[in-house]
């Protein structure tokens, strides 16, 4: 949790100085520090294929957010759901930020 902590420290930073290509990386460190943490080899496998495509994602994704800190606001929930230690409250929370870009 510390280390996901220093992340979301980390997104905060660039989101008030607006860096979408650092906003970006630290996503991409986000989603593979939860994966590493499961210590699901293949899992963490499959991510590192896809991952560039992802980042590429996020960044392309990035001038289509009304609100700048709304990638932010959305780890902060996703690292707090974690934390709880409620299962149900972490996958509720992980559908929701999935869901958010399938609406796309």
């Known amino acids: 949790m510390d280390h996901l902590d220093q992340i979301v ?12 290509s650092r906003l970006a990386d ?7 520090a939860v ?3 499961s210590s699901h080899t293949q899992s963490l496998q499959i991510w590192r294929l896809i991952q ?6 996020f960044l392309r994704d990035a001038p289509h957010h ?8 959305q ?22 930020h999935i869901s958010t870009y399938l609406e796309d």
């Open 35 to 37: 994966i590493a943490a």
């Open 9 to 20: 420290a980390a997104m905060d930073s660039a989101t008030a100085a607006l860096d979408p």
């Open 66 to 73: 009304d609100d700048p800190t709304a990638v932010l606001a």
């Open 75 to 96: 780890h902060r929930e996703l690292l707090q759901a974690l934390r709880s230690g409620d299962p149900e409250r972490a996958q509720a929370e992980i559908e929701k």
């Open 26 to 32: 630290l996503d991409v460190a986000f989603h593979e």
């Open 52 to 57: 560039p495509r992802v980042r590429a994602y």
